[in-house]
């Protein structure tokens, strides 16, 4: 039995310049963390007592005998990929919903391709991982992804991501004084807006607009820059870090006409009447998970014009996918 677990991320500046479409071209860079919120998947080679080769559950069952059966397209093609033929059972669990914004699925792939290579007795780097994993998705089965959030949850912890050509991509922790990391975890909240929502359709039309909006793409570019020189300058107040994000959070609503909806800005102006400097809606848009910088004395007020939402207390995180239990299965 082997058990993963990996986290998801939240984006903070430079989402957009990570989808291939652009980077290969322009380069880009992202600022981003890891949070203390997974998805854990156990595997183990399916024991042969059973009618169905295949046993997959995750929110739905499926128990079916031939690979191409599989509904679950990273399941499917990670089995593909990793050429298993013996059977498999594979159970899914996570502390947050799929499609709110959080790379779930890219974190899903990552955790699940890290099981299926340590149960089958191989070790590999994080970054053959996270290569891997956008190979699956975006080529493979053909989301709209970015790539920052299989490197993400390859990784973990708050970097400074590079992209460049077409598969290059540089890992760079920001190694800024930890009182300024602490301050800045202290300002951020996490609010669930309800809303589902698919993100590889959403980010379909920015993709589409991509060549349309090269200068704002560029912008959103050097946000990622500006806000590590925020934490990296002792001098600056770390309220310049929140009043970036509302900045980036108006240039990323003109990226595409579905990132953003009358409920969510309806949301998002309560939050900064009560007292947020700034904020964003996590991932591609259009539901999920609101990101918000509010200084620790306005929270509580924040926390009450938001009463009907969902508020998750989260904290960064520095490991990355981590295979959390190793157990040898006996053959039979």
Not at 97 to 118: D, H, K, Q
Request: charged share 20%; net charge positive.
């Amino acid at each position: 039995m082997i058990i993963s677990r990996t986290p998801f991320r939240i984006s903070f500046f430079g989402g957009g310049t990570d989808y291939p479409i652009w980077y290969r071209e322009n380069g880009g860079v992202v600022l981003n963390t890891t949070i203390d919120k997974y998805c854990y998947i156990s595997c183990r080679f399916l024991p042969p007592f059973f009618k169905h080769k295949y046993l997959i559950r995750y929110r739905l069952r499926e128990e079916v005998n031939n690979l191409s059966e599989i509904k679950h397209l990273s399941v499917r093609e990670c089995l593909r990929f990793m050429k298993i033929d013996q059977g498999i059972e594979m159970v899914h669990t996570s502390d947050l919903p799929a499609r709110s914004g959080i790379g779930s699925s890219s974190a899903f792939t990552v955790g699940f391709l890290n099981t299926l290579y340590a149960l089958t007795g191989r070790m590999v780097g994080k970054r053959q991982l996270a290569s891997n994993a956008i190979y699956i998705e975006q080529d493979v089965i053909g989301e709209h992804v970015g790539s920052q959030d299989h490197v993400t949850a390859s990784f973990g912890g708050l970097n400074r991501m590079e992209f460049n050509g077409k598969e290059n991509f540089f890992v760079q922790p920001v190694t800024v004084n930890q009182k300024k990391i602490t301050e800045l975890q202290n300002h951020l909240m996490f609010f669930f807006t309800g809303f589902s929502r698919t993100a590889s359709e959403i980010a379909c039309e920015q993709i589409q607009n991509t060549s349309s909006k090269t200068a704002e793409l560029r912008t959103m570019k050097e946000m990622a820059e500006e806000g590590i020189s925020i934490l990296n300058n002792s001098s600056e107040e770390i309220e310049s870090f929140g009043k970036l994000l509302n900045e980036s959070w108006k240039l990323k609503k003109s990226l595409s006409s579905r990132i953003t909806t009358n409920a969510i800005e309806e949301i998002y102006d309560t939050a900064i009447k009560a007292g947020a400097i700034g904020g964003k809606l996590c991932g591609a848009g259009g539901g999920g998970f609101m990101l918000l910088f509010v200084p620790p004395r306005k929270q509580r007020m924040v926390r009450k014009a938001l009463k009907t939402l969902l508020y998750v207390p989260i904290h960064f995180e520095t490991l990355g996918s981590q295979i959390t239990l190793y157990a040898n299965q006996e053959p039979y």
